[in-house]
């Protein structure tokens, strides 16, 4: 099993920590919000508490993770407020971000408005480390869940032993691995396996969390699904490349809540011959881009040429700052470049 080497530094640095803010990224997916309430509930146990703080609201089926003695803070719903516990922070660790970008409006209170020690968990290709006092990156895991299990199971009060890592810690980490992972379909690896095999061991109920996390959905949430497959997937690129665009007028037809779009872009992938697949969304002033990929086709080289972001060669997504009508002919003129670089 993979150990890291600052591990004691880690745990020391948190030790000596006594307002402690947790962060994780915009548009907060299972992996940011369980990996802020697994380490939440994991200090609890040892004594101490934290803030957890995330730029903008997350999908409703993540509520469940949402510790009911200390809820989650959505900065944009109250920055004033926020910026304060930063500014009075000693200690702000980051969680499943690459760097200050993927915090937005947030980064100027966390990383210029405060004088706390930083720590950085990530598991994205790139992190941006230079502003954060230790660092503990590794790409060849499923989830920055994954890798907090470990930093957990490598702490001096645990000591490998996954009976005394609480319940509520155990079961947002394994959301954070089960979503991240798509339900064990990608980004698995041999650690993966074994830390899940630990959660259950532990007493993580699997099937519960996998109908809150996989089984929520709303009625018009399923038939945006299938609007978008049957009336916009376009196929490019000699039928290797799929897209589909989404605009503003299309997401209040159909009630669009946060993250109702979430796993969409994976779909397209299920056609034997595409071999990437693209979600471009109208957002307030740009266009979320969300790119999957099989195999050795890398879309986080795409994402940072293309479309201002990055990520996981698999799994990627970025920017774009053009009207939403204008993305279709962008997108499918990068593809034709991309490609015919590579
Ligand atoms: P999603 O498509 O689920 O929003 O994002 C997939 C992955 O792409 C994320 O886990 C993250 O690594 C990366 N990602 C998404 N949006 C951005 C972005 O705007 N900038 C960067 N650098 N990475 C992003
Ligand atoms: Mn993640």
């Excluded at 146990?45 to 509520?63: C, E, H, I, R």
């Excluded at 471009?280 to 790119?291: A, M, N, P």
């Excluded at 890398?298 to 970025?318: I, P």
Aim: aromatic letters at 8%; one cysteine or more; proline letters at 3%.
């Amino acid at each position: 099993m993979r150990t890291y080497k600052n591990t004691e530094q880690l745990w020391n640095m948190i030790g000596s920590g006594e307002k402690i803010v947790l962060v994780a990224h915009t548009n907060p997916d299972g992996d940011a919000i369980g990996s802020i309430s697994a380490m939440y509930h994991y200090l609890k146990q040892t004594g101490k508490t934290a803030v957890m703080m995330v730029p903008n609201a997350f999908p409703d089926f993540l509520s469940c993770l949402d510790p009911a003695d200390s809820r989650i803070r959505i900065y944009r719903n109250g920055p004033q407020e926020c910026n304060d516990i930063l500014a009075e922070a000693d200690l702000i660790i980051c969680m499943d971000m690459s760097g200050p970008s993927r915090i937005d409006e947030m980064s100027d209170a966390v990383f210029q408005g405060s004088s706390a020690k930083r720590i950085l968990i990530d598991h994205h290709l790139n992190p941006v480390t230079d502003p954060f006092d230790i660092v503990i990156s590794d790409t060849e895991v499923s989830s920055t869940c994954e890798l907090l299990l470990s930093l957990i199971l490598e702490s001096e009060d645990i000591n490998g032993d996954i009976a005394k890592v609480n319940l509520d810690c155990a079961t947002s980490v394994a959301a954070g691995i089960l979503t991240d992972t798509n339900n064990f379909a990608n980004s698995i690896f041999p650690s993966t396996l074994e830390r899940a095999s630990l959660l259950l061991k532990r007493g993580v109920d699997r099937d519960a969390l996998y109908n809150s996390i996989f089984c929520s959905y709303s009625a018009s949430r399923m038939k945006l699904m299938g609007y978008l497959l049957s009336e916009k997937m376009e196929i490019i690129q000699g039928g290797s490349v799929a897209f589909i665009t989404l605009d503003k007028a299309e997401k209040d037809k159909y009630s669009y809540c946060t993250g109702d779009s979430e796993g969409f872009v994976n779909l397209p992938l299920k056609i034997s011959e595409v071999q990437m697949s693209a979600l471009l969304t109208e957002d307030d002033g740009f266009v979320k881009v969300s790119l999957r990929s099989k195999g050795d086709l890398d879309v986080n080289l795409f994402a940072r040429q293309y479309c201002n972001g990055g990520g996981h060669r698999n799994a990627s997504g970025g920017r774009l700052y053009m009207k939403i009508s204008e993305t279709a002919a962008y997108f499918t003129a990068s593809i034709a470049e991309y490609f015919k670089k590579a």
